[in-house]
């Protein structure tokens, strides 16, 4: 049972729009959030992350929003931009016994974007 | 080299062979992980090592054999795997144990497909 869930397989924007990326999770042990992009032949690279403690956090074009009574999260992305093109994975985690993030993946998001 | 390299990037073998994926981190970090994606599902964790010893197994077959010799070398031995074990291998890295929440950074990966 997946435990954390991206229902967008895929997405298409237009240059300069919003891109909104969402993500719903199913255990409420989870306290730490990640948004993980990943290009064509290259390993995930890490874009934007939220404690639960917060509801928002912004890093320049990226903002993603927690809403944790709904076990939902977002990615904002504006302006859109071609190099935004990829796909976007969203990581769920707790801290194990050992001080490790046991990141829980969904299955991920392509975004387009549409010049 | 800088980051986290994985060799080789693509690897073919048949269900007899013996075979290993190297990772390796220039990062300075005290933790590695080695995760697993097949076609259509999310990445999966496998193995998680901090200072060299193996601190989680997420139940992998006996066929995955994991060795960390350093913290900064993690390998995959891989034996008699099958058909359904192809899939694209990643190798992560962090700083475990710190104040603040730590960001796995990962590697290109290895795509495996076996014959």
């Known amino acids: 049972d997946q435990q954390v869930k991206q229902n967008s397989p895929s997405l298409s924007v237009q240059e300069g729009r919003i891109s909104i990326l969402n993500c719903d999770y199913t255990?409420?042990?989870?306290?730490?959030f990640l948004w993980y992009k990943k290009y064509p032949a290259e390993g995930p690279t890490f874009l934007i992350s939220i404690s639960s403690i917060k509801d928002k956090n912004e890093d320049g074009r990226f903002t993603v929003f927690l809403n944790k009574s709904a076990k939902h999260l977002s990615l904002h992305i504006v302006p859109s931009q071609p190099g935004d093109s990829a796909v976007y994975f969203c990581a769920a985690s707790a801290l194990s016994n050992f001080g490790n993030e046991k990141l829980t993946f969904g299955t991920g998001t392509r975004l387009t974007i549409i010049p | 080299e800088t980051g986290v390299t994985q060799t080789p990037r693509h690897l073919v073998m048949g269900m007899t062979n013996k075979k290993s994926l190297k990772c390796e981190q220039h990062l300075g970090h005290n933790a590695m992980y080695w995760y697993k994606q097949s076609a259509k599902k999310p990445l999966e964790l496998m193995f998680v090592?901090?200072?060299?010893?193996?601190?989680e197994n997420n139940s992998v077959p006996s066929r995955f054999s994991p060795e960390c010799p350093n913290s900064s070398h993690l390998f995959l031995h891989l034996h008699t795997l099958q058909p359904e074990d192809s899939a694209l291998y990643l190798c992560?890295?962090?700083?475990?144990?710190?104040?603040?929440?730590?960001?796995?950074?990962f590697g290109p990966g290895t795509r495996l497909l076996v014959l």
């Open positions: 090592y901090n200072f060299k010893e193996q601190t």
């Open positions: 255990n409420s042990m989870f306290d730490y």
């Open positions: 992560a890295s962090s700083q475990a144990g710190g104040l603040s929440r730590e960001t796995q950074y």
